[in-house]
């Protein structure tokens, strides 16, 4: 179901060649309805102060109640203003369920999770019955397309867990005159590759928005840190299987 509906008086098409919109539900890039923004520029994503609401099973953006410090998670646009009015008008036709209850609004997009505005952009607040239940995260998608369990999340944190002991108990180095070390030094790569491997997992959660997303967030962190470690290392053993190589193959 769309979140357009009957539009205020808008300013005339010569004024401005294109609008803003901010779209938090079914006409997201991922919602049910993205096919109707075909033709718009996608922008960036971006949050507006409210509470989102649950109403029917139509996505419903309304003000903030009380001392609440809601955030509304949705994406900009640029659309045409032809394009504007078409979605209004689809608006009209779609909301069969809980009548024509939309008012297209300004509102100011924040980028997420910063109080760094982006300006003003059309928004379609809830004008119907508020009486739904909140979407605590703010993210429509949630309620739409529920986030997948914390598969690579949780494979990325066993791999940082696992890195230490690993890295732990690789013995100490030997002098090159003593015996070669290429046991050791392939060892100690392939144990660096370990943070690499967990950096990786922990990202593609993130991009997958699984559940937790904290967590994948603190994993991918720490695996990046250890990468940065382990690529100075790996550096050195490099550079120690040269030398090596050049000692006894001189």
Partial sequence: MSQAATAPEERPASAELSELVFVYGGLRRAGAEAFRMIGAEYLRMGEVAGTLLEVSGTPALVPRRGREKGWVTGELFEVSPDQLKALDATGEAEDE???????????????????????????????????????RSGDWLDVSRPRPGPWFTVAAAICVIGFFPAFGSIPPSSPVSTSPPLYREL????????????????????????RYEFLGALVLVVSALLSVLGLIVSAEVVLRLIKWRAYYFR
């Fill in 187 to 210: 060892r100690v790569l392939f144990v660096q590759a370990i943070p690499m491997v967990a950096c990786v997992m922990a990202w593609w959660g993130l991009r997958r928005r699984e």
């Fill in 97 to 135: 369920t809980v009548g024509n209850s939309y008012k297209r609004v300004r509102m100011q997009v924040y980028l997420p999770g910063s109080p760094i505005a982006q300006g003003e952009a059309w928004v379609w607040q809830w004008a119907g019955d508020d009486a739904g239940r909140v979407v």
